[in-house]
């Protein structure tokens, strides 16, 4: 009797552990789809206290953006000696270009009190700003590859610029500057 009540109780650990396991690794499975879909544009409304809350956030991923960015000229351009940060700061730029989109939910176009910021043109043109986006972020893989293969001869310089340009590109199009 003592046997099969142990033998159950080992039964029912093996199955939760399968279980949880399995929910885990669909947990996982989806989190890898979500990272991987197209990147679209937020449409769901926002309300109009969010929208400067929103818009405060997204010039604090901007300045994100541009830390990492400046630090990586600081070293590439202007040799300051810290080499061993570089990948850390183009790591930090992808990771943060994966949520770029997502800081322009519809709504958030630049106040009229304020008359800079994001202009409307992003949201009549998602496809175009979505491009846009894309090649922001092929750029900074690009740039990883050229930084990690540096023995092979690649010059990273080229490679940064190419991120400024897709910088450029971006603000050019979709931004008016606060003059
Ligand atoms: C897909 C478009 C896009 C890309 C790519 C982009 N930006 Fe921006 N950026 C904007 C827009 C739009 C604004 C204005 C946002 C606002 O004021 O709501 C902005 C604002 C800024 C600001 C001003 C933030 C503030 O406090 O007002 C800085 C700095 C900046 N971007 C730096 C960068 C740098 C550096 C890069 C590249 C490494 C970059 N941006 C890439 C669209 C972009």
Redesign the pocket.
């Known amino acids: 009797m003592r046997i099969i009540l142990r033998l159950s109780i080992i039964l029912l650990i093996a199955v939760i552990t399968a279980v949880s396991t399995s929910t885990y690794d669909e947990g996982i499975a989806s989190l890898y789809r979500q990272s991987n879909a197209v990147s679209a544009i937020d449409t769901t409304p926002v309300s109009p206290v969010e929208v400067e809350t929103i ?1 405060a956030y ?3 991923h ?2 994100a ?2 830390a ?3 630090s990586l000229e600081s070293i590439i351009n202007n040799n300051a000696p810290f080499d061993s940060h570089v990948l850390d700061h183009v790591n930090a ?1 992808i990771m943060l ?1 994966q949520h ?2 997502e800081t ?1 939910p519809t709504g ?1 176009t ?1 106040l009229e009190s304020e008359g ?4 409307p043109l ?1 949201w009549e043109e998602p496809e175009s ?1 979505a491009r ?2 894309n090649d ?1 972020q092929v750029s900074l893989e690009t740039l990883q590859v050229v930084i990690t293969s540096q023995n092979l001869g690649s010059n990273p310089v080229n490679a940064l610029d190419q ?2 340009q ?2 450029l ?3 050019q ?4 500057r ?1 003059s």
């Open positions: 818009i997204r010039r604090e901007m300045k953006l541009s990492h960015y400046r730029l270009a770029t989109d322009f958030t630049m800079w910021g994001a202009k992003i700003f846009i986006i922001f991120v400024r897709s910088c590109a971006c603000h199009q979709y931004r008016v606060n």
